[in-house]
């Protein structure tokens, strides 16, 4: 019984991301990246344990991330609060190994660590609960 609640947890889950998906695609044909970043980290991580959601919903903030051109004017409009989670997904992109993103994390890492400190890369390591 409980693998089922799981599971149509995660199709709910799953289909919250490709609205999300949809709305982040309209915003950055307005060219308005940080709002498709915004909208990309809002209810992030999902709240599942379930893989599939975990790569969806990576998809869409990869999808935002790589959009930003302008790190610094991001951060005039980017909220604290968006500060810890997008820590966490910067390493998830690291992680994969791939070049351009790999580039896109690391600009963004060394502005986010000016702005929130250490404490930002700790708080991301250390939560091993709402991983990414």
């Known amino acids: 019984m409980g693998e089922h609640v799981e599971a149509d947890n995660a199709e709910a889950i799953i289909t919250r ?5 949809r709305k982040i695609e309209s915003l950055l044909k307005q060219y308005k990246p940080v709002e498709a970043l ?10 599942t344990r379930d ?15 790589m959009a930003i051109k302008d790190v610094d004017l991001m951060f005039t409009s980017l909220d604290p609060e968006y500060y810890d989670i997008l820590m966490k997904y910067l390493y998830r992109g690291l992680s994969t190994g791939d070049r351009p993103t790999c580039d896109q994390c690391l600009r963004i890492h060394e502005k986010l660590t000016q702005r929130a400190g ?6 991301a390591l250390s939560d091993t609960v709402n991983t990414v």
């Open 118 to 123: 250490l404490g930002c890369i700790l708080r």
């Open 51 to 65: 893989e599939r959601c975990k790569s969806a919903n990576w998809i869409v903030v990869h999808r935002a991330l």
């Open 38 to 47: 915004k909208t990309a980290l809002e209810g992030s991580p999902p709240k």
């Open 17 to 21: 991301i490709e609205h999300k998906s």
